[in-house]
């Protein structure tokens, strides 16, 4: 079966929730929504506190090339623009929207694959907002249109869903195959791409099934399954897996003449082109062994994680941990309350006591186990020795820059060593040696 | 709702390893041998690896103790130093000396060096080392073999031993170990008078019976040397929970089985005999329990390659050429000097990356 070399089997956990149908959450009374929900610049407010909005209204705006625009997701009025706790960045200016009444929705043009040419397809992505849903939320409108020397033959979504607990991709792909797939053909016809390829996990039959299906009648478009691994979703890994085709250090899929997206993205921007409906909510799993019960929920970009939570069941006595996303590479949180869920928010988590990994850092015995683990085949502990010992810019030679913090190696480590927090230090004091000579260079010129 | 979380860097979920766990395990995985020794030598395997753990448990906690750091004696990194210690030395070693190959393994060995993580040397192998240059009688005589027959120069000793009337009232014999015998007789060779005796002899060990009793234990040696049978089960078990990388041991018994064959006969080329020299001296335990030594031995899947052959090559030329009959422990403690030089050449080549 198509797979990559390294990684790890972390136990899966999402027996507790990939039974459970997507199912849509009752309005929030009131919305909280981010100015910045993704990579690069935050949105600029264009709208003033007593506005009135309608449902997919703008209420922010792209400011710049990497940026993305920013929709209430609900009918009423803007109460303020303050500081609120952010899932990603711990605090976090937003829009607050008291709603009114039912849904009134703002009318955008809609088109379908036959009357969309290129250049409205990517006015459509870049108006209403779609950003990469898998939780990098890279604007997509951005990564649609590379620039012209880069050519690209492929489109790849990924179905892999490789963080244990996450079940709201599986979800989308069985009870929304045929959008996906549509979803997945206009990014395909609009970039000149000559094929789009699904990657599922073979944890996932039934999703392959169903986009098998939904495929069928496209020829551009093909489902492979991939092994059940982690991290293969990791978009290196997953083109690795699916092409053989090697991302080289510090590039990027283009390189290699491939696009990767989520099939959540997919599903958004069907939505988005067919229906005319901005990015206003997203699926979202509510699991984890701290719940009294889990659920696959379709919830308003803004509505809050103790919402969330609630409607799926609770949590139990026992919760002691809060997790944005996956137990992989999530974000553990201090607090539900007034917590936003964004446009890459996959999965709300909540852990007991006695999952939360402990114990003090032991010295690393030398086992090997992170090499063994590590996707990229790096050298994760002597990476972590030289980090220790400030010696950076060996690191760097290291290709510690290469690291994608998937967290592998810090899984399988018997001396509960950190060793993403110590890459991530290292990157950090890496960049800023680099700055400090480019602006040496500068001066010397 | 109680809104006081654990906050913590990602991964969240952490595999259910420890240190601790890594160590009791191999030393479990050590059990069979263990068992298997107390039934051929007795109490004498208890009381000496009592000496040996007690001695290596003391020195620990006493270095810790002085040096101002956290007790850890229960992780089992001591007890196993002091375990696989008291399988490489004879079993009538007086207890003393064993607990002082201990107190040595994890005073200078280990804990002068930094602890657990920092050692640059296998410390059992270490006081293996220094208990042999300090006692080299105690370490080198003294074996008894437990039921086999026994192999001398002197035809009559082993005719008489060979008598079932005499052999019925040993049940156990002062002997030479195989590898032992081996090494005097190969030297015999080269003397006209002994040279048919030493062929005969040669042909002894190398027979189908010597071979066995030596895969079962019924030979001289070491607590640790006996057991190829029993080392080889707890080695499978290290192999399948994937606390021993199965290349160590394959390129370590791969290169001794192949360089054996080749030259280790008599009558040129490929006449050796490679299962002889798998099951003798302390080549399993050395192979599956020594070598794959996490601290001291490479990290990369290439370097752990090129450490286990050069293991391999060292315990073959010591056989064959050195002043020692045996090899093992000096094999793996020259190669331990180079892990950090091979962690270095062989670092693979990353994802994507491209060299120049």
Same mark, same amino acid.
């Given at each position: 079966? =198509?797979?990559?070399?390294?990684?790890?089997?972390?136990?899966?956990g999402?027996?507790?929730?990939?039974?459970?149908p997507?199912?849509?959450?009752?309005?929030?009374?009131?919305?909280?929504?981010?100015?910045?929900?993704?990579?690069?610049a935050?949105?600029?407010?264009?709208?003033q506190?007593?506005?009135?909005?309608?449902?997919?209204?703008?209420?922010?705006?792209?400011?710049?090339?990497?940026?993305?625009?920013?929709?209430?997701?609900?009918?009423?009025?803007?109460?303020?623009?303050?500081?609120?706790?952010?899932p990603?960045?711990?605090?976090?200016?937003?829009?607050?929207?008291?709603?009114?009444?039912?849904?009134?929705?703002?009318?955008?043009?809609?088109?379908?694959?036959?009357?969309?040419?290129?250049?409205?397809? =990517?006015?459509?992505?870049?108006?209403?907002g779609?950003?990469?849903?898998g939780?990098?939320?890279?604007?997509?409108?951005?990564?649609?249109?590379?620039?012209?020397?880069?050519?690209?033959?492929m489109?790849?979504?990924?179905?892999?869903?490789?963080?244990?607990?996450?079940?709201?991709?599986?979800?989308?792909?069985?009870?929304?195959?045929?959008?996906?797939?549509?979803?997945?053909?206009?990014?395909?016809?609009?970039?000149?791409?000559?094929?789009g390829?699904?990657?599922?996990?073979?944890?996932?039959?039934?999703?392959?099934?169903?986009?098998?299906?939904?495929?069928a009648?496209?020829?551009?478009?093909?489902?492979?399954?991939?092994?059940?691994?982690?991290?293969?979703?990791?978009?290196?890994?997953?083109?690795?897996?699916?092409?053989?085709?090697?991302?080289?250090?510090?590039?990027?899929?283009?390189?290699?003449?491939?696009?990767?997206?989520?099939?959540?993205?997919?599903?958004a921007?069907?939505?988005a082109?067919?229906?005319?409906?901005?990015?206003?909510?997203?699926?979202?799993?509510?699991?984890?062994?701290?719940?009294?019960?889990?659920?696959?929920l379709?919830?308003?970009?803004?509505?809050?994680?103790?919402?969330?939570?609630?409607?799926?069941?609770?949590?139990?006595?026992?919760a002691s941990?809060?997790?944005?996303?996956g137990?992989?590479?999530?974000?553990?949180?201090?607090?539900?309350?007034?917590?936003?869920?964004?446009?890459?928010?996959?999965?709300?988590?909540?852990?007991?006591?006695?999952?939360?990994?402990?114990?003090?850092?032991?010295?690393?015995i030398?086992?090997?186990?992170?090499?063994?683990?590590?996707?990229?085949?790096?050298?994760?502990?002597?990476?972590?020795t030289?980090?220790?010992?400030?010696?950076?810019?060996?690191?760097?030679?290291?290709?510690?820059?290469?690291?994608?913090?998937?967290?592998?190696?810090?899984?399988v480590?018997?001396?509960?060593?950190?060793?993403?927090?110590?890459?991530?230090?290292?990157?950090?004091?890496l960049?800023?040696?680099?700055?400090?000579?480019?602006?040496?260079?500068?001066?010397?010129? | 709702?109680?809104?006081?979380?654990?906050?913590a860097t990602?991964?969240?979920?952490?595999?259910?390893?420890?240190?601790?766990?890594?160590?009791?395990?191999?030393?479990?995985?050590?059990?069979?041998?263990?068992?298997?020794?107390?039934?051929?030598f007795?109490?004498n395997?208890?009381?000496?690896?009592?000496?040996?753990?007690?001695?290596?448990?003391f020195?620990?906690?006493?270095?810790?103790?002085l040096?101002?750091?956290?007790?850890?004696?229960?992780?089992?990194?001591?007890?196993?130093?002091?375990?696989?210690?008291?399988f490489?030395?004879?079993?009538?070693?007086?207890?003393?000396?064993?607990?002082? +190959?201990?107190?040595?393994?994890?005073?200078?060995?280990?804990?002068?060096?930094?602890?657990?993580?920092?050692?640059?040397?296998?410390?059992?192998?270490a006081?293996?080392?220094?208990?042999?240059?300090?006692?080299?009688?105690?370490?080198?005589?003294?074996?008894?073999?437990?039921?086999?027959?026994?192999?001398?120069?002197n035809?009559?000793?082993?005719?008489?031993?060979?008598?079932?009337?005499?052999?019925?009232?040993?049940?156990?014999?002062?002997?030479?170990?195989?590898?032992?015998?081996?090494?005097?007789?190969?030297?015999?060779?080269?003397?006209?008078?002994?040279?048919?005796?030493?062929?005969?002899?040669?042909?002894?060990?190398?027979?189908?019976?010597?071979?066995?009793?030596?895969?079962?234990?019924?030979?001289? +040696?070491?607590?640790?040397?006996?057991?190829?049978?029993?080392?080889?089960?707890?080695?499978l078990?290290?192999?399948?929970?994937?606390?021993?990388?199965?290349?160590?041991?394959?390129?370590?018994?791969?290169?001794?089985?192949?360089l054996?064959?080749?030259?280790?006969?008599?009558?040129?080329?490929?006449? +050796?005999?490679?299962l002889?020299?798998?099951?003798?001296?302390?080549?399993?335990l050395?192979?599956?329990?020594?070598?794959?030594?996490?601290?001291?031995?490479?990290?990369?899947?290439?370097?752990?390659?090129i450490?286990?052959v050069?293991?391999?090559?060292?315990?073959?030329?010591?056989?064959?050429w050195?002043?020692?009959?045996?090899?093992?422990s000096?094999?793996?403690?020259?190669?331990?000097?180079?892990?950090?030089?091979?962690?270095?050449?062989?670092?693979?080549?990353?994802?994507?990356?491209?060299?120049?």
């Open positions: 079966m =198509l797979t990559f070399k390294g990684g790890i089997h972390p136990p899966e999402k027996a507790l929730s990939e039974h459970k997507l199912k849509r959450l009752s309005l929030p009374d009131k919305v909280i929504i981010p100015l910045s929900q993704h990579i690069g935050p949105a600029k407010a264009v709208v506190v007593g506005d009135a909005v309608l449902t997919g209204q703008k209420i922010a705006e792209s400011t710049g090339a990497i940026s993305a625009n920013i929709h209430s997701s609900v009918t009423g009025k803007v109460m303020g623009i303050a500081h609120f706790p952010h990603v960045s711990g605090q976090g200016e937003a829009i607050v929207i008291q709603r009114e009444g039912e849904d009134r929705f703002f009318e955008y043009p809609k088109y379908t694959i036959d009357s969309c040419d290129k250049e409205t397809f =990517l006015k459509v992505i870049a108006d209403m779609i950003v990469g849903m939780g990098a939320t890279f604007p997509t409108h951005v990564k649609l249109a590379p620039p012209s020397w880069k050519k690209v033959d489109i790849i979504l990924n179905g892999a869903e490789c963080e244990p607990y996450l079940t709201c991709d599986d979800r989308l792909m069985q009870e929304e195959s045929r959008k996906i797939a549509l979803g997945l053909l206009l990014m395909v016809k609009n970039t000149g791409a000559e094929c390829v699904i990657g599922i996990e073979h944890n996932k039959p039934e999703a392959y099934e169903k986009m098998s299906e939904a495929c009648p496209y020829q551009e478009l093909r489902v492979s399954l991939v092994r059940t691994k982690y991290p293969q979703g990791a978009e290196k890994q997953l083109i690795d897996s699916l092409t053989r085709r090697k991302v080289p250090a510090g590039g990027l899929p283009l390189d290699v003449g491939i696009i990767v997206q989520n099939v959540g993205t997919a599903f921007v069907y939505e082109v067919y229906e005319g409906k901005p990015l206003i909510e997203r699926a979202v799993t509510v699991s984890g062994e701290g719940m009294k019960d889990t659920a696959n379709i919830a308003r970009i803004g509505d809050t994680y103790e919402r969330l939570i609630n409607e799926a069941g609770g949590m139990s006595d026992e941990c809060l997790i944005s996303g137990p992989m590479m999530g974000f553990a949180q201090y607090t539900s309350q007034q917590l936003p869920v964004l446009k890459g928010t996959s999965g709300i988590l909540v852990f007991t006591e006695n999952q939360i990994p402990k114990g003090r850092e032991n010295p690393c030398s086992c090997g186990a992170c090499v063994t683990a590590c996707p990229m085949k790096l050298l994760p502990t002597q990476l972590v030289l980090v220790k010992n400030k010696r950076y810019e060996e690191a760097g030679e290291m290709n510690i820059n290469s690291c994608i913090e998937c967290g592998s190696c810090a899984y480590c018997p001396s509960k060593i950190p060793l993403v927090q110590y890459v991530r230090l290292g990157k950090g004091a960049r800023k040696i680099s700055a400090r000579q480019r602006a040496k260079k500068e001066e010397a010129k | 709702m109680a809104d006081k979380f654990f906050v990602s991964p969240h979920i952490k595999k259910n390893i420890s240190v601790t766990k890594v160590m009791w395990l191999v030393i479990l995985a050590l059990l069979p041998a263990y068992i298997h020794t107390v039934l051929l007795g109490m395997t208890v009381w000496v690896s009592l000496a040996a753990v007690a001695g290596a448990l020195s620990e906690a006493l270095m810790q103790f040096f101002k750091k956290k007790i850890t004696v229960h992780d089992g990194s001591a007890f196993l130093t002091g375990l696989l210690l008291a490489n030395v004879p079993p009538t070693i007086p207890l003393w000396k064993v607990a002082l +190959g201990s107190a040595f393994a994890i005073i200078v060995a280990k804990q002068l060096f930094g602890g657990l993580g920092y050692n640059i040397f296998n410390p059992a192998l006081g293996r080392a220094f208990l042999m240059a300090s006692y080299p009688v105690a370490m080198t005589s003294g074996w008894t073999a437990p039921a086999g027959g026994v192999l001398s120069l035809p009559a000793v082993s005719q008489a031993a060979a008598d079932p009337a005499v052999a019925k009232f040993l049940d156990s014999v002062t002997s030479a170990t195989p590898l032992n015998a081996l090494k005097t007789a190969r030297a015999a060779l080269d003397d006209p008078a002994l040279h048919e005796q030493a062929r005969h002899v040669i042909g002894e060990l190398f027979s189908k019976d010597s071979v066995f009793n030596a895969f079962l234990g019924k030979i001289g +040696g070491c607590l640790g040397e006996t057991t190829a049978l029993f080392l080889l089960i707890g080695g078990f290290l192999l399948i929970t994937k606390l021993a990388d199965w290349r160590v041991p394959a390129g370590y018994l791969g290169t001794v089985a192949l054996t064959w080749a030259f280790g006969g008599i009558d040129g080329l490929f006449t +050796g005999d490679p002889f020299h798998l099951f003798t001296g302390g080549l399993m050395g192979a599956f329990f020594m070598a794959t030594d996490m601290v001291t031995s490479p990290i990369t899947a290439k370097g752990r390659w450490f286990a050069g293991c391999g090559v060292l315990t073959f030329t010591i056989r064959m050195g002043g020692y009959p045996e090899g093992v000096y094999s793996i403690l020259l190669m331990n000097i180079f892990v950090p030089l091979i962690d270095r050449y062989t670092v693979p080549v990353s994802f994507g990356e491209v060299r120049s």
